[in-house]
């Protein structure tokens, strides 16, 4: 299996190759004509006797280049079991084999607000699952920032029990459940997943628990889920919707007349079928009418918020303009200029200044960027900025409308050393590099 990154017009794409006679039909075929939950959107082209499998990036970021330099915040790899949970349940749906999932963090990747993760489906390939799930937590433990205390030591038992006793569902929605319960000193999450909490870190430790009640509480606890759950599903059951007792009763009603009619007037049962019909057909006409009129109310909601975002993105790049000679400064470096970014057009009187820090993220998502491209055409987190010794390296992160460096444009992965002079675009933003 070889794999590389490839770049169309605004699209990115992760490209698997694998030949014919390594073809899996029926996955194949599950994964490209269907929208999976989870996994990324994929396209088969066949080129003479081998497979290429185009994965859809676009405007998507892998967790390696997300969490480089050890900004793995807790709550995002707990989002992520859990979306791996959901995808798997999904996958049960299409009877797809969760041993195709490739679960390395450089093929896991999320959009900018880390809502939608997905999972690379490679047809025909096939990895140890309970190995791979447990590689990729050790590549995450060291990347973990330890601000959330509560969250960490969530990750640390998730990793302690997959050790122990392999990967289950179950098992991890129990920890995950676990998290979201009372809260609870740091010196008690740590002897309730059996840790140590010393000088910043988490460690796991033997003990002399006895076994038996510790299967004893496991399996009370599973039970109780059980229970949950086995209500839940009853509550719902006999939670029947208002309109479905209002057919009922109506069609019920109906065939009583009907059976009323047949037995004392039945040259009248014309009649009664006919009223039937046209009561049916009335209803069913009025049902389509509602549905249209609910979708394009829809329709017009979702214009009014796209306009209105439209709307607010002109306003915040407004902003830019009125501030004069405005300077992004990156954390406190005591006002010293030494390497930025000179902007060329749409003006010229407009500079960034580049922080000496391992990783940067450049693009609009406030929250997220660390440094903020005043432009609609640019993607929430459209590049990457690294750091190594005194030297500035560059890298498109999937974006929409591309990334140029002296008019070459960077695809996939590409990483491009920064020198005095660069001409550099993002989108329709024009610098130049300084240092």
């Not at 509602?290 to 796209?306: A, L, P, Q, S, W």
Request: charged share 35%.
């Amino acid at each position: 299996m070889e794999m590389e990154y490839r770049r169309n017009l605004q699209h990115s794409y992760l490209v698997v190759h694998t030949r014919e006679k390594e073809k899996e039909f029926y996955s194949s075929k599950m994964i490209t004509e269907n929208r999976i939950p989870g996994l990324l959107v994929c396209e088969e082209k066949n080129i003479d006797d081998e497979i290429l499998y185009y994965y859809d990036l676009t405007s998507k970021i892998s967790l390696a280049d997300r969490w480089g330099g050890g900004k793995a915040e807790g709550e995002e790899v707990l989002s992520v079991i859990y979306a791996f949970l959901r995808t798997i349940d999904n996958m049960e749906e299409y009877l797809l084999s969760t041993d195709s999932i490739y679960l390395k963090l450089e093929q896991i990747y999320g959009d900018a607000d880390m809502e939608e993760i997905e999972f690379c489906y490679i047809p025909g390939e096939k990895w140890d699952m309970e190995q791979q799930f447990r590689e990729l937590m050790e590549e995450i433990l060291p990347l973990l920032d330890h601000r959330n205390q509560k969250a960490v030591v969530t990750i640390y038992g998730i990793y302690h029990s997959v050790v122990q006793d392999g990967v289950s569902a179950e098992g991890l929605r129990e920890q995950i459940e676990k998290y979201g319960k009372k809260e609870k000193t740091a010196e008690e999450i740590c002897r309730g997943q059996n840790l140590i909490y010393e000088d910043g870190e988490y460690s796991g430790r033997e003990t002399e628990l006895d076994s038996y009640e510790r299967k004893q509480e496991q399996k009370k606890h599973e039970e109780a889920l059980e229970a949950f759950f086995r209500d839940e599903e009853s509550e719902e059951k006999e939670k029947t919707p208002v309109w479905i007792t209002y057919i009922a009763s109506g069609m019920f009603l109906y065939f009583l007349s009907g059976w009323f009619v047949w037995r004392n007037f039945p040259e009248g049962i014309w009649i009664w079928l006919i009223t039937g019909g046209v009561v049916a057909a009335v209803f069913i006409l009025g049902s389509i009418i509602y549905k249209k009129r609910k979708e394009k109310e829809t329709d017009i909601e979702g214009e009014k918020e796209d306009i209105q975002n439209y709307i607010q993105g002109w306003e915040r790049e407004e902003t830019f303009r009125e501030e004069d000679n405005m300077t992004r400064i990156l954390g406190n470096n005591g006002g010293r200029e030494g390497f930025f970014l000179e902007e060329k057009y749409p003006r010229q009187d407009r500079r960034i200044v580049i922080e000496e820090k391992e990783i940067q993220f450049l693009g609009t998502l406030t929250e997220k960027a660390d440094i903020i491209l005043p432009s609609q055409a640019v993607s929430r987190l459209h590049g990457r900025i690294r750091m190594e010794g005194k030297c500035f390296y560059l890298r498109d992160m999937n974006s929409r409308n591309g990334t140029w460096v002296n008019g070459r444009l960077l695809e996939g992965e590409q990483e491009v050393k920064l020198e005095e002079g660069d001409e550099i675009q993002f989108a329709d933003l024009i610098y130049r590099f300084r240092g």
